[in-house]
């Protein structure tokens, strides 16, 4: 998984003008200009972009260089209003990696730790990777509720632009998806690097691809799985402490599933 603390959008509002018709007079005789016909306002979308519910695993698959591979992201249970969404991967294409606790863990890429404000968008608050355990200053905007074409706003180092509304890879695979789906697509782009995350609200991330290489992984299925219980309490709990350490090198960790995705050459 790539580190997050550099892919980190903050909301911005789109305007849209609004013509006024002209009116004049004069001569006997009055008319009134219908001039320019108002701007149409750009498709939308608003929801819950991310659908984190406790014990939720979203399920991708890809073959990316000749080598099938498996994703599962996992939300944990809340831990004081934190919930960390848990990224698993393992070769070949299987339904789940999310089979046990003790799979989940020994295929772990990494985790966010993740909080909703009362307007339905997602922050970040710390996150928990091969290089470190940290906290994310500002608990910083992952994703906002509603999301507009041609949205744009900085994230840290980086661009966000949503550049698709309408229908989106993956999406076939919601639960109870109707015939019409409607999702947004996302372009995440970093110096060296861009990346096209899907969401339907309702659902969550339906699609991620990464648009330098090519890697795609496409939602394959959404279940539940309460036996796996908490993974990442350390991304939910992570403080200043934690960064400070994991900037001396001491918050280093093992996840097998980083070190996968890292000798495909996947960010």
Partial sequence: ???????????????????????GGGGGGGGCSTGTAPATPAPSIKGDMLALKPSTGWNYQTTFNNNPLTITLYSDPTINGVTALVAAGTTGLVTTVATSTANMQANMVGALGMTVDASGNYNVTSEYSLGSTAAVPGTPLFVPSTLTLGQTWSASGGSA???????????????????????????YTYPGYSESISYVPGCGITD???????????????GSYPAIGTLARRAATATWLDTAASLLGQRRNDLPGAHLLRALHLP
């Avoid at 790539?2 to 018709?21: G, Y």
């Fill in 208 to 222: 991620v691809r990464n648009t330098t290489n090519g890697a795609d992984f496409v939602l394959t299925s959404v």
């Fill in 161 to 187: 632009t949503v550049t698709n509304i309408g229908v989106v890879p993956g999406e076939s695979a919601c639960p109870n998806a109707s015939s019409s789906p409607q999702g947004a697509q996302v372009t």
């Fill in 1 to 23: 998984m790539k580190r997050t603390l550099s892919t980190l959008p903050i909301l911005t509002s789109a305007l849209i003008a609004l013509s006024l018709t002209a009116c």
